[in-house]
DNA sequence: ATAAATGCAAAGCCTTTGCTAATCT
DNA sequence: AGATTAGCAAAGGCTTTGCATTTAT
């Protein structure tokens, strides 16, 4: 994926504590080492993380998009407050859940993604 | 939910058709008939929608927040290219799909949301 | 050497907010 | 009349882009 540069293992040794961030907060503790570290190189680093994927991003209502090491899960628990995101392994997923962890659940969304009947077509042609 | 106004009940009426449309593409669909229908007031009212359980919000990573009469259904395909969005019965699920409908699927999430241990204490206060 | 990545600042997209005028009860 | 809502325009949050400079290979 291109060059290695310190720029983007720092963003990857960011990843290693902590719970998935937002951009703003990724930056902000990116800073404290060194204070030039561009928004833009950030972003368009995430970006191509998230293509190749090394990391995932994560999108709920009403919250800054978030990001993670793309461990290949894909169920998680969000705190609709403060949103905090967890990982949740399939052993953990239940219908219904009144608690997950430590958080109370008010509910969930399953979401499928693909490329509709239409879209196809557009790309074959 | 406040007074029946004509740009509510407009709002509304875009619904009855279509699949869940973004904010934009509402707006240009009640311009047709208002042109001066409000960017403010439709936004406004989508939130107060949404608030009272009436639509609900769906995101995605890298796709515009869309909006759809809240069925109670939380299962949810999209086509990541033009955005298109289908409720699915629950019925219809069942894990790792190659196809659902007319989608050829690439991925799907599941995202519990709840409140945190920490947020909860928060509240408590 | 040269292609790729960075930093900076400006632009962009989507959404929210402040304020005045209009509207419902 | 009084409170709510609409419209307008400006501001805001988050992300992307253009361009000159630096850096990895």
Redesign the interface.
């Given at each position: 994926m291109g060059r290695i540069t310190e720029q983007k293992q720092e963003i990857l040794g960011a990843f290693k504590e902590g719970y998935a961030p937002t951009a703003e907060e990724l930056l902000t503790k990116l800073r404290k080492k060194n204070p030039d570290f561009s928004r833009a190189t950030l972003y368009r680093n995430l970006s191509a993380f998230?293509e190749d994927g090394t990391l995932k991003?994560?999108?709920?209502?009403?919250m800054t998009?978030r990001y993670e090491l793309d461990t290949g899960c894909?169920?998680?628990?969000?705190?609709?407050?403060?949103g905090?995101v967890d990982d949740?392994p399939l052993g953990d997923?239940i219908p219904d859940?009144e608690?997950?962890y430590?958080?109370?659940?008010?509910?969930?969304?399953?979401?499928?993604?693909?490329?509709?009947?239409?879209?196809?077509k557009?790309?074959d042609m």
């Amino acid at each position: 994926m291109g060059r290695i540069t310190e720029q983007k293992q720092e963003i990857l040794g960011a990843f290693k504590e902590g719970y998935a961030p937002t951009a703003e907060e990724l930056l902000t503790k990116l800073r404290k080492k060194n204070p030039d570290f561009s928004r833009a190189t950030l972003y368009r680093n995430l970006s191509a993380f998230c293509e190749d994927g090394t990391l995932k991003k994560i999108s709920a209502p009403g919250m800054t998009d978030r990001y993670e090491l793309d461990t290949g899960c894909c169920y998680h628990v969000v705190c609709e407050i403060c949103g905090k995101v967890d990982d949740l392994p399939l052993g953990d997923v239940i219908p219904d859940p009144e608690y997950i962890y430590d958080y109370a659940i008010t509910h969930h969304e399953l979401m499928f993604y693909g490329i509709c009947e239409k879209c196809q077509k557009d790309l074959d042609m």
